[in-house]
Structure formats: C-alpha cells, structure tokens
C-alpha cells in the first residue's frame, strides 16, 4: 500500500525557516517524483514544486510564488523528500501536501500526473 | 501555461447523476488532466487521469460510480448513483511548462 506521511510543520515566525519531511513505503520511491502542494485555510489548491526521479536528472521545478525560498530535495536511500522554506511570510500559513508523480504519455502529448496524496502538514507563520 | 476551469458549485439528489466540467484554455485543448476528490476536512484523493480522447484510467479503489469523458477542450467527471459520501470539492489539474496547474474547484453538494 503506498503511504505518505509528512511532518515537520507547525508555528513559525515571518521571516524564519522550516523542513518539512515526506517520508513514503509501499512503493520504489527513487522511481517517481515528487511534488508538495499547499491548501491556505479555506482555499483551494497550490501546487509549490516538484523534484524529478533521477532517471529524468532529479531535476526541480517551483512555483513563482516561492521560487527563492524553498528548495525541494529527495534522499532516495531513505525513502524521503523535502521541503525547505525559508523566510516565510505569512502568506505561507497552508496545509503542505506531499504528493506522488507520474509521468504519462497520451499519443504525442505527456503530463505529470499526481496519483498518491500525503494527508498533509499544517504550517502556521505568525508572530 | 494553461488555466483550467471549473464551475464553483454543482449540486443533485441522492441516487441521481452530477456531471462536473474542466475547460482547458485555447490551444491546450489536447492536454491531459487528472481529477481528485477533497472530502470535507480530509486530504485530497486522486481520482483518475483522463486524456483528451476520452480515455481514463482510474486510480486504486474508485468506485465505477465515478467516470470520465472529454469533448475538444472539456474534460468532464460523471458520478452516477451519487451518494453521501461524494459531497466533497473536485479539483482538476494539468501539466505545461515545468509548472502544475489547479483548477479552482467545484464544491458538489448532494441534496
């Protein structure tokens, strides 16, 4: 059965950093990437960023609201990705999701698809 | 990048049918997409991946209740036999550029 279970999340202050760790079974992780998704309370959802297996180069890509801040890394050895945001506002108050890609082909066309979700993290920037 | 969208509300009565719409913006109309379900107060659950040909696979342990067709830029999701248990948010999401994209969400609400 594949599982995700993120942690790490909790109060922070602006300005301050934070890792979160996403930590999956049930499946051969350094075969797929991965992607943290966020959920503001209330609100929908926001992808942040994704890191590619190293089959396609481990490679990351972020969304244009944190490129900067965050940094998404893997340790394929410990079945585990991360995600490191530094000076939070508060704008970054969210439910963090890990979630797992796959990439999927549809005649010329391909599309990373998310398949798997974590049941999330709750971060809270405030002072 | 395309922007993916969605009503905001759908609603229908138990047992009946609820047909959800994501519209891909022009010149993405070829693209495939993914459907997930949000339950109230839970995390998101994927649903399936459907191609612009209509072809969907689903994901592990989802009801036959729930199917997916497409029509040019459309992509839409059919529950039939709708029960308790689907009133949740549906979002659908897509891939260009090195970027995810999410649609906005459509609030089901079964009546």
């Known amino acids: 059965e594949v599982q995700l279970v993120e942690s790490g999340g909790g109060l922070v202050q602006p300005g301050r950093s934070l890792r979160l760790s996403c930590t999956a079974s049930?499946?051969?992780?350094?075969?797929?990437?991965m992607s943290w998704v966020r959920q503001a309370p209330g609100k929908g959802l926001e992808w942040v960023g994704f890191?590619?297996?190293?089959?396609?180069?481990?490679?990351?890509e972020y969304a244009a609201s944190v490129k900067g801040r965050f940094t998404i890394s893997r340790d394929d050895s410990k079945s585990i990705a991360y995600l490191q945001m530094n000076s939070l506002k508060t704008e970054d108050t969210a439910v963090y999701y890990c979630?797992?890609?796959?990439?999927?082909?549809?005649?010329?066309?391909?599309?990373?698809?998310?398949?798997?979700w974590g049941q999330g993290t709750l971060v809270t920037v405030s002072s | 990048q395309p922007v993916l969208t969605q009503s905001s509300s759908a609603s229908a009565s138990l047992g009946s049918s609820v047909k959800l719409t994501c519209t891909l913006s022009?010149?993405?109309?070829?693209?495939?997409i993914a459907w997930h379900q949000q339950q109230p107060g839970k995390a998101p659950r994927y649903l399936m991946k459907l191609e612009g040909s209509g072809s969907y696979n689903k994901g592990s342990g989802v009801p036959d209740r729930f199917s997916g067709s497409s029509s040019g830029a459309d992509r839409y999701l059919t529950i039939s036999n709708l029960q308790s248990e689907d009133e949740a948010d549906y979002y659908c999401e897509t891939w260009d550029s090195n970027t995810r994209v999410f649609g906005t969400g459509t609030k089901v609400t079964v009546l």
């Open positions: 022009s010149g993405h109309s070829s693209y495939i």
């Open positions: 979630t797992r890609d796959q990439l999927t082909f549809a005649g010329y066309s391909s599309s990373w698809v998310t398949d798997y």
């Open positions: 890191i590619r297996s190293k089959a396609y180069g481990g490679t990351t």
């Open positions: 049930g499946f051969t992780f350094g075969d797929y990437a």
